[in-house]
């Protein structure tokens, strides 16, 4: 089984300031999937940003980017120019490569950017 | 394009009572998945229906249920509600079958409340 671990339940950012949000996972899968999804108040959970294990290059959406290190098992998220609208809950999460997966998800940071 | 929409937004419900929640997924997406999420258990997976055929499941009890119609849409059944079953009930869509690679898209969820 799979196991996704966010170790900072809340965070706080001045706005326009660069933050970190960290995720460590736990598989004996080869082929799968990490994401990061965000949940704001009206609690419809948004795809930012998602990583192919195969890929050694980090995946980058605008001012999202990540920092996947495949052998330490770690997925952290870094948010550039924080936004008063990137407040939310974040979630990381894995997916094994077959059809029909289920999200596994860790149990979310609370992000507050301050103005 | 519409997104995946979850009806009804919230529900309140007697112990005891049976419940069903729907979902419409994003037009020609034939994956769906449900989620429950609650503030001590965080974000679970219950089921995952393609094509009208559930090719997985989460661990909940034989009280949780669903299905999928031709048209995609789908339903899940809660009998005998308990108060633990109180919580966000999140459905997602997906028009990539192999391992959905993150395509998920996401409904605002219906929050049911056991009373």
């Known amino acids: 089984a799979q196991t996704v671990t966010q170790s900072q339940p809340e965070m706080s950012v001045q706005e326009a300031e660069t933050v970190t949000l960290s995720c460590t996972y736990d598989?004996?899968?080869?082929?799968?999937?990490l994401f990061w999804y965000k949940q704001p108040p009206s609690r419809q959970m948004i795809l930012v940003i998602r990583?192919?294990?195969?890929?050694?290059q980090n995946a980058t959406e605008n001012r999202f980017s990540v920092n996947f290190q495949k052998a330490a098992k770690s997925f952290s998220l870094k948010i550039s120019d924080s936004q008063l609208g990137d407040t939310a809950m974040y979630f990381c999460?894995?997916?094994?490569?077959?059809?029909?997966?289920?999200?596994?998800f860790g149990e979310g940071t609370q992000l507050t950017v301050n103005p | 394009k519409a997104g995946v929409t979850q009806t009804p937004r919230y529900l309140i419900k007697t112990r005891g009572q049976q419940v069903t929640l729907s979902c419409s997924p994003i037009?020609?997406?034939?994956?769906v998945s449900w989620y429950q999420q609650t503030p001590g258990q965080g974000l679970q997976f219950l089921f995952e229906?393609?094509?009208?055929?559930?090719?997985n499941k989460g661990n909940f009890p034989g009280r949780f249920s669903g299905r999928q119609f031709s048209n995609s849409r789908s339903e899940m059944n809660v009998s005998t509600l308990e108060l633990g079953d109180s919580a966000l009930y999140l459905c997602?869509?997906?028009?990539?079958?192999?391992?959905?690679?993150?395509?998920?898209?996401f409904g605002s969820g219906t929050r049911l409340t056991v009373v």
């Open positions: 997602a869509s997906s028009g990539i079958d192999q391992g959905a690679m993150g395509g998920y898209t």
């Open positions: 598989t004996s899968e080869s082929n799968y999937y």
């Open positions: 990583q192919e294990a195969y890929k050694q």
């Open positions: 999460a894995f997916m094994k490569q077959t059809s029909g997966s289920r999200l596994t």
């Open positions: 037009s020609g997406h034939r994956s």
């Open positions: 229906y393609f094509s009208e055929t559930q090719r």
